[in-house]
Nanobody
Framework: VQLQASGGGLVQAGGSLRLSCAGS????????MGWFRQAPGKEREFVAA????????RYADSVKGRFTISRHNAEYMVALQMNSLKSEDTAVYYC????????????????????WGQGTLVTVSS
């Protein structure tokens, strides 16, 4: 699955951004999808994930209530709506996909994902 992330940028604290990740048409619907982020000097961390069928989602505690992950299978796209952004949300955000036999599976660890996009930078100014 080829992944292309977009939507990053510079935003003030309290603002919003919407990230998008486009997948390949052929296999997108067989994959659960996730968003991870990596801040300078820190390890990559889980942000949000969604199952193949879109019914199950998981969020990191740090983003619950502020971020929403959604998938649009007809468009082969997964989105991450980020509201009430904080300076600590500043990072490079990566989308990833995991081939799943079970449509309800959700993955939260980086090593569960086989394919990664190139990353998009989100900078939140305080």
């Amino acid at each position: 699955v080829q992944l292309q992330a977009s939507g990053g940028g510079l935003v003030q604290a309290g603002g919003s951004l919407r990230l998008s990740c486009a997948g390949s048409r052929r296999t997108f619907n067989m994959n659960s999808m996730g968003w991870f982020r990596q801040a300078p000097g820190k390890e990559r961390e889980f942000v949000a994930a969604i199952s193949r069928n879109g019914y199950n989602t998981r969020y990191a505690d740090s983003v619950k209530g502020r971020f929403t992950i959604s998938r649009h299978n007809a468009e082969y796209m997964v989105a991450l709506q980020m509201n009430s952004l904080k300076s600590e949300d500043t990072a490079v955000y990566y989308c990833a996909s995991s081939y799943e036999r079970r449509p309800e599976n959700v993955r939260v660890t980086p090593d569960a994902y086989q394919n990664w996009g190139q990353g998009t930078l989100v900078t939140v100014s305080s």
